[in-house]
C-alpha cells in the first residue's frame, strides 16, 4: 500500500470571519487543504483535511501525522477491522488528519467494492431522516458586505449567519431588511457569559430564527444546563462537541449537537456519532469546515440521517478542485458512483 499526501490552496469568495477568527478587510483568504490518498490494487482512494487553529492543525501537523504512519507497517486496507482502529491508535488529537486518512479508506473500499459510501452506509442502518437542504453561511463582516451576501445567497431557503461580535443586533437588522427566510445563528463561543447569551436569544427569538450554534465558550460548559433550562431557543453544540466521547456531556447540556468529519477524526466516528446522539434523543446537524467537495460529498451521504444539513463549505469556495454533491436552490445532489463520487475537475 501506498500513503501519501498532497496539499491545495482553496480559496474563498469572501474572507471567512466568525467571532475567533477575524481578518481585516483586504487580508488573504486561502485555506491549505491537505489531501491523503491511498493506493493499493490499481485503485486509489483520496481523503481530505482541511485544518484548523481553533483544534491545533495545521497543513504541517496533517503531513507530519499521515507521513508518521509508515504505510509499511500499517495493516492491510483489506481488512476493515484493523486497519481504520490503527489510524485513530497512533497519536492524540490530529482530528482532521485522522479524517484524511479515515476517508481515503472509505473512498478506496467503496471503489475497490464498486459501491457508493452511500450504499456502504445503508449497511450500518441509521434511522433515515432524507434531510437534503443546507443553509448558507454569512460571515462576520461589515453591514453592507454582510447585505451583499445575503443578496449573492438568494438561492438558498435557510441561511446561517454568524454572530458573537459588538454589533449582533445590527447584523440582524440589515438581513432582515434583505429577507425573511429562516436564520440559524452560530455565535462561535462568542457570546461571554450566559446572561448576555440568553439576553441575545431571546431577542432572535423574534427574528425567525430556527436555532443557535455555540453560544457560549466550549471552555464555559458547566454554564449550559443553565442556558438550556432558559432558551427560548434550542442549542446546538459545534466546539463543545469533538468527538464521540463529548456526546454524553453534549446531551445535558445542549438540545443538538453538530457533527463535523474534521472534529470526528473521520466517517467511521461520525456514524457512531450519529447513532449515539439518536440514542440519547438529539437533534443532529451535519456540518463542515472550509471545505473542497470532496469532504463536503463525504458528509452529504451522513445528512440523510441527520436533522439539519450545513455543507456549503466548497460552495464558498471559488477554485473547487472537485465535483462532487451538488446544491440546486439549496437541496443536495449526491452522487452514488463508486466511492465518495467527488471526481477532479479536469
Ligand atoms: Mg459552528
Known sequence: MKLFCTTYDL???????????????G?????????????????????????????????ETVQKFVYSLNASSLPSPEDKDTFLPAIGAHAAANTAAKCAVDMAWHDWWCKKNTISLGKYLAEEKLPLTGTNVTSFTIGIDELAVIEQKVREAEEYPILKIKLGTEYDEKIIETIRRVTNKVLRIDANE????????????????????ELIEQPLPADRDAEMPWLKERSPLPLFADESCGRLASIEGCAERFHGVNVKLMKSTGIAEAVKMIRRARELGMKIMMGCFIETSLAVTAAAHLARYCDYADLDGAALCENDPYSGATIARGKL??????????????
Open 11 to 25: 480559496a474563498l469568495h469572501h474572507p471567512f470571519n466568525v467571532s475567533y477568527a477575524r481578518t481585516p478587510s
Open 27 to 59: 487580508s488573504a483568504h486561502v485555506r491549505t487543504i491537505v489531501f491523503a490518498h491511498i493506493e493499493q490494487d490499481g485503485v486509489t482512494g483520496t481523503g481530505e483535511a482541511s485544518p484548523s487553529k481553533r483544534y491545533n492543525e495545521t497543513a
Open 190 to 209: 462568542g457570546w461571554k457569559t450566559k446572561e448576555e447569551a440568553l439576553e441575545k436569544i431571546t431577542w432572535l427569538k423574534g427574528q425567525n430564527v
Open 333 to 346: 445532489i449526491v452522487p452514488e458512483s463508486a466511492g465518495i463520487g467527488a471526481v477532479l475537475r479536469v
